[in-house]
């Protein structure tokens, strides 16, 4: 009776904390992944390529589209954090996400990701270009299938997340009024899809044996065929690269050096630097090899740099 009487006498448990309109957002700003942003920067590609980067129409047009993609990307990352936020819970890192440690609701991520995917492409029908807001449009289309059921696809989740980088790539030169060379589709594409190879042979290194693996479809492909996919993709990345310094270069008034053909070599050097990271089952987060790497960030000055004097004709 005394133990009865003592359980009874216990007061309740006090109830968890609520949560705070800070900790709400900072939990929604880091399921956007702000490292990831990086990635959007892809949208001056094209106006690069063609010389047409420093007007003033450019630059407004291209910090829009930047921002209009970076929150389309954002609305993809919160409904696909919700959908997994069970998963998640399983995954030595990914149960540290906002969503699946129960920072941010589930009904919360879903709202501000639906918000979000119906504001950026309003914006850009009415900010930017029919066009751009078709792209975008198709963009959050194809990212949500993804989440649904394309990424349980062998191949073709490949093909979905090298064609989001792809558009990333697009988009700047349609907003602009741009030509997209074929070369320049090409080496975009491959090389995304060399990152992106790279990227799941790694995942699948790091997870050979372990459980908690969110991404079913490791399980079921093998890291040869997936050192074959990045590596094919490399070849045909530097190839066409190769092929449009060739074409492009070398025509009326071209600088004193060939400086596009010069580009080649530090391309292939920054391709083949990558491959290393790639090989060892590195390269699971592209944006941390290649910002930290030292080497390969300066071999990607230099290619910049001799690129730039390409196109200011120097």
């Given amino acids: 009776m005394a133990e009865r009487t003592a359980l ?25 992944r702000p490292r990831q942003w990086v990635k959007n920067l892809l949208v001056v590609a094209a106006p690069a390529a063609a010389g047409r980067l420093f007007s003033r129409h450019s ?26 936020a069970a998963a998640d819970r399983a995954h030595p890192v990914k149960r540290h996400r906002p969503v699946a440690a129960g920072q941010v609701p589930v009904p919360l991520a879903y709202a501000v990701g639906g918000v979000l995917a119906v504001l950026a492409p309003t914006a850009a029908a009415l900010l930017c270009s029919p066009v751009t807001a078709a792209l975008l449009t198709a963009y959050l289309g194809m990212q949500l299938a ?31 009024g741009i030509p997209l060379s074929r070369w320049f589709l090409i080496t ?22 372990q459980s ?17 996919v990045w590596q094919l993709a490399a070849g045909v990345a530097v190839l066409g690269y190769c092929l449009w310094a060739l074409e492009e270069g070398g025509g009326p008034g071209a600088g004193a050096l060939p400086w596009r053909q ?9 391709v083949l630097r990558y491959a ?12 941390d090899v290649v910002l930290r790497d030292r080497a390969l960030a300066l071999i990607g000055l230099v290619w910049l740099a001799m690129y730039g004097l390409a196109v200011v004709n120097w």
């Fill in 8 to 32: 009874l006498d216990r007061p309740p448990p006090a109830p968890a904390p609520p949560r705070s309109l800070t900790g709400l957002a900072r939990g929604l700003l880091r399921t956007a």
């Fill in 59 to 84: 630059v407004i047009q291209l910090a829009l589209v930047f921002v209009l993609f970076t929150v389309c990307a954002a609305a993809v990352y919160l409904i696909n954090d919700a959908r997994d």
């Fill in 146 to 176: 993804y989440c649904i059921s394309l990424k349980h696809v062998l191949v073709v989740d490949l093909v979905v997340v090298t064609t989001g980088f792809l558009m990333r790539a697009m988009i700047g030169g349609l907003a602009l």
């Fill in 188 to 209: 975009t594409g491959f090389g995304a899809l060399f990152m992106v190879a790279a990227k799941r042979y790694s995942e699948a290194v790091q997870m050979a044996g």
């Fill in 212 to 228: 908690g693996a969110t991404r079913a479809l490791l399980t079921e492909y093998t890291t040869g065929y997936l050192r074959f």
């Fill in 262 to 270: 010069l580009s080649m070599v530090a391309f292939i050097l920054a």
């Fill in 276 to 287: 290393v990271f790639a090989d060892r089952g590195a390269a699971g987060e592209p944006e």
